[in-house]
């Protein structure tokens, strides 16, 4: 995760695309990227992710807007932006009676390697993604997690300076989608910018150096994942007081650092605090409670909500 | 790939089998229009039809969409045409194979070719040139509905066009209608051309309307196919 240049591998402006039957799964996107860049593209099904994937990779033209990768427009040069970026679907693109070699070895084909170098890259390439002993064997016998990993080599034979990975991890077990982050932090290590889209909150917090939150079509959040996440969630410690005195432990608690408010109902206060479990002991002291001896009424409730 | 011919050529030479063993008493070789040959050699051109008119490389590029491969080899940096022109390519290789292989049964069933062996590799490249350019519809229909079950379907198709010619009797024996189904199908000329080949040798009034069938039908069905990958997804 490394922002070494300050140049931007990906811009888009008014990103738009509608489909046919007037379906607008994409409206109006603004994006600027840096090289070296993870940058994490988060929303659930439908909300888009993929069209937009789809329009900066040149397999979709636009509806409205404009949009460069690596420099060049995705539109007027899209035979030169598919030589600057590598590219893994959510469907696996995989021919199920090559094996891992070939279908690396014909990759490497399709990109301009020829002879000595196409046979070197597989060989690297599988050593990247710990498939070398499965490398012989045809594809329809790899497991998803296998096919995914020989999948992302594929998107890697001519060194792309920008990566797209769309929903990398979905469908694997947590194994495999640890051994595939690995891998895109290896990829990114060497200078890569990549660009992925996910489902997992904590996919895009692990991974990315900036997210993207896409829903409907729009973005409606984007930043660091530690800025989203203190923008958009806080902790919150309720406490349930027995024998009321809300207004007075009210009061007491005004000054509490970190405190963004307090919600109080009854005999029940709810506090919205940046750091929850770092409070606790503030609270405590600062309101001179005295913890009951019912665990469910002196525990502080942990829960985090978007805002 | 062997897997990919063999289970295409089962119905040729079934067909090709039960016709024989039905028909030829019917027509002995001193039929007129069998010139002195036995009916294998009449139906022999039927076969080669079929063996080499297949929805095999439509399969293939529906298969690729349906999987996923497909996208990869569009956002490839190479000409979108060469999807199209490379796997076009293979096909004119199965089809090589197809037609030679049916070429030697129908030999072993007793027929010559009387235009001999330059005669006999013509009619192989005839009749794999016609399975590449047909081979364009089942292409089209792939890229069009992007469907396995329609490209499958698209095969249907070939039943009329080859059923349709004097492909048990001459043109001159049918009746009125299907004389004028025959005239009007294409496929009449290439199956007339490779016949004549067989049973009378080197007639250029024969030849070239099978030829230019092939070619326009390459020429149209090819063009087609490469403007629908040129504009897929645009």
């Known amino acids: 995760m490394s922002t070494s240049t300050t140049s931007v591998a990906i811009e888009a402006r008014g990103l738009t695309r509608t489909f046919k039957g007037g379906v607008e799964a994409v409206r109006g996107i603004d994006l600027t990227i840096n090289s070296g860049?993870?940058?994490?593209?988060?929303?659930?099904?439908?909300?888009?992710?993929?069209?937009?994937?789809?329009?900066?990779?040149?397999?979709?033209?636009?509806?409205?807007?404009?949009?460069?990768?690596?420099?060049?427009?995705?539109?007027?040069?899209?035979?030169?932006?598919?030589?600057?970026?590598?590219?893994?679907?959510?469907?696996?693109?995989?021919?199920?009676?090559?094996?891992?070699?070939?279908?690396?070895?014909?990759?490497?084909?399709?990109?301009?390697?020829?002879?000595?170098?196409?046979?070197?890259?597989?060989?690297?390439?599988?050593?990247?993604?710990?498939?070398?002993?499965?490398?012989?064997?045809?594809?329809?016998?790899?497991?998803?997690?296998?096919?995914?990993?020989?999948?992302?080599?594929?998107?890697?034979?001519?060194?792309?300076?920008?990566?797209?990975?769309?929903?990398?991890?979905?469908?694997?077990?947590?194994?495999?989608?640890?051994?595939?982050?690995?891998?895109?932090?290896?990829?990114?290590?060497?200078?890569?910018?990549?660009?992925?889209?996910?489902?997992?909150?904590?996919?895009?917090?692990?991974?990315?150096?900036?997210?993207?939150?896409?829903?409907?079509?729009?973005?409606?959040?984007?930043?660091?994942?530690?800025?989203?996440?203190?923008?958009?969630?806080?902790?919150?410690?309720?406490?349930?007081?027995?024998?009321?005195?809300?207004?007075?432990?009210?009061?007491?608690?005004?000054?509490?650092?970190?405190?963004?408010?307090?919600?109080?109902?009854?005999?029940?206060?709810?506090?919205?605090?940046?750091?929850?479990?770092?409070?606790?002991?503030?609270?405590?002291?600062?309101?001179?409670?005295?913890?009951?001896?019912?665990?469910?009424?002196?525990?502080?409730?942990?829960?985090?909500?978007?805002? | 790939m062997p897997e990919a011919t063999i289970p295409t050529l089962f119905i040729p030479l079934f067909f090709l089998a039960v016709n024989i063993g039905q028909v030829s008493r019917t027509f002995p070789s001193s039929t007129p229009f069998l010139h002195g040959q036995g009916y294998v050699a009449f139906q022999l051109p039927v076969s080669l039809m079929f063996a080499v008119a297949t929805a095999t490389t439509g399969l293939a590029i529906v298969t690729e969409i349906d999987v996923g491969y497909f996208d990869k080899l569009l956002v490839a940096p190479i000409a979108r045409s060469s999807i199209i022109l490379g796997r076009l390519a293979a096909d004119f290789v199965r089809c090589l194979a197809a037609a030679f292989l049916v070429l030697m049964v129908g030999l072993a069933f007793g027929a010559r070719v009387h235009a001999g062996i330059p005669g006999a590799v013509l009619l192989v490249v005839m009749s794999a040139s016609f399975g590449t350019a047909y081979a364009g519809l089942a292409v089209l229909v792939a890229l069009k509905t992007r469907n396995v079950q329609t490209t499958q379907a698209s095969f249907i198709v070939f039943f009329p066009l080859l059923f349709l010619t004097p492909n048990f009797v001459p043109l001159d024996r049918l009746t009125s209608l299907m004389r004028t189904l025959a005239h009007i199908n294409p496929v009449t000329y290439v199956l007339q051309s490779i016949r004549s080949l067989i049973l009378r040798g080197w007639v250029l009034s024969d030849l070239w309307p099978g030829i230019l069938v092939i070619i326009l039908t390459g020429v149209v069905l090819t063009g087609l196919c490469v403007r629908a990958i040129e504009t897929y997804d645009r």
């Open chain 1, 37 to 307: 860049e993870v940058f994490g593209f988060l929303g659930p099904n439908g909300a888009g992710k993929t069209t937009t994937v789809r329009m900066l990779c040149t397999l979709l033209p636009l509806s409205g807007g404009a949009a460069t990768v690596a420099g060049v427009d995705v539109v007027g040069k899209a035979a030169e932006v598919r030589r600057r970026i590598g590219v893994a679907l959510q469907e696996i693109g995989l021919d199920p009676i090559q094996t891992g070699r070939e279908l690396l070895e014909l990759q490497c084909g399709l990109y301009g390697l020829r002879g000595g170098e196409v046979v070197e890259r597989a060989k690297a390439l599988l050593e990247l993604v710990g498939l070398t002993d499965a490398a012989d064997r045809r594809t329809k016998t790899y497991s998803g997690g296998m096919k995914r990993r020989l999948d992302l080599a594929s998107a890697l034979v001519h060194s792309p300076t920008v990566l797209f990975l769309d929903e990398p991890t979905t469908g694997l077990d947590p194994a495999s989608r640890l051994t595939i982050w690995d891998e895109v932090r290896r990829i990114n290590g060497d200078g890569t910018t990549v660009f992925l889209t996910t489902q997992y909150l904590e996919e895009a917090d692990q991974l990315c150096d900036r997210i993207a939150i896409i829903d409907d079509g729009k973005i409606v959040a984007s930043g660091t994942p530690e800025a989203l996440k203190s923008e958009l969630g806080h902790d919150v410690v309720s406490l349930t007081l027995d024998g009321g005195g809300a207004d007075a432990v009210q009061s007491a608690l005004a000054q509490l650092p970190g405190l963004e408010r307090i919600a109080s109902e009854r005999d029940k206060l709810a506090l919205y605090v940046e750091d929850g479990a770092g409070s606790i002991a503030e609270i405590v002291r600062g309101s001179d409670l005295r913890l009951a001896s019912d665990p469910r009424r002196c525990l502080p409730a942990r829960d985090r909500t978007a805002a």
